[in-house]
């Protein structure tokens, strides 16, 4: 009885002194953000040293510019994410929810300003006709595959377990039933979540969920899939829009001989349609090379 008693006196100097540890031994604080620069004009010269912010993130350039997105080339050096500052999307939130009138309050307009982080390049590339026409052919693509961004996952649960592919290195470490299509796209199959979590520092092979848990990761697994993989076409997406080949060649990229070449000619038309009703709304032109 006495050892017992030993050993709870003990225990309790141990509570006690963790009591009044200072805070960072138990956890470090998060790092502050910094507040957003002037945001960046494509009219205005800028010198080595000149702060802009641009996609809700600080950009300090390195040598002399102008009309070079930060982001776009090398002459920015990244400064992080800021508060406070404008929104120079090249789409808007108005006319975001213009397109998605009864989208799923999952999918926020803050959800994919803050995906833009990952892929620097996505709408930010070229002229202002070409960075808003690659814009709206990633949201058309959004639109068609979760039904105007309504579905958040995959609707038939029975397909659930076909989407992992046990020839994979690295397996279903999640189970087999958790690769499902999540996020605008429809993100699935396990041999996508592995390397698309490696590309954005996610452990998305083994928490498969913050795909549907958290809007900035849902719309970052949509930006990898259109910025880093031809799929069954030749190009990424962003190649094909930013590279003069045309909205068609998206759509090769996301499902190739399913829908092209006479694959399924009433689906690229329904894409297309969505397209033209999206660039009516930004005020663009569609461009050339519609169909594939």
Known sequence: MNRIKSLLTALSAVVAT?????????????????????LWSSSTAYTAGGAVSHHGRNWTAKWWTRNENPGATTVWQDGGACTGGVGDFV???????????DRD????????????????RFANTGTEAMRSREAAA???????????????????????????????????????????????????????????GDALGLDLLNNPWLVERDPSVAW???????????????MTSHEAMVGGAGFGETIRSLNGALECDGGNPASVRARVAKYERITGIIGTNPGSGLTC
């Not at 789409?91 to 009138?101: K, Q, V």
């Open 220 to 234: 970052q697994t949509a930006l990898w899939y259109w910025n880093t993989q031809n799929g069954p076409g030749t």
């Open 105 to 120: 309050p999952f999918y926020t307009y803050q959800g994919l300003i803050d995906a833009l982080h990952a892929y620097p």
């Open 91 to 101: 789409i808007s939130e108005a006319e975001f929810d213009r397109i998605f009138p």
């Open 138 to 196: 990633f949201l058309t693509h959004a639109d068609f595959e979760s039904v105007g961004l309504k579905c958040v996952k995959e609707i038939n649960e029975a397909n659930y377990w076909i989407k992992c592919d046990y020839s994979q290195p690295f397996g279903c470490p999640a189970g087999q039933s958790a690769y499902y299509g999540r996020g605008p796209i429809m993100f699935s199959w396990n041999f996508n979540y592995k390397p698309a």
């Open 18 to 38: 963790a009591a009044f540890l200072p805070a960072a031994a138990h956890a470090a604080a998060p790092a502050p953000v910094a507040s957003c620069a002037p």
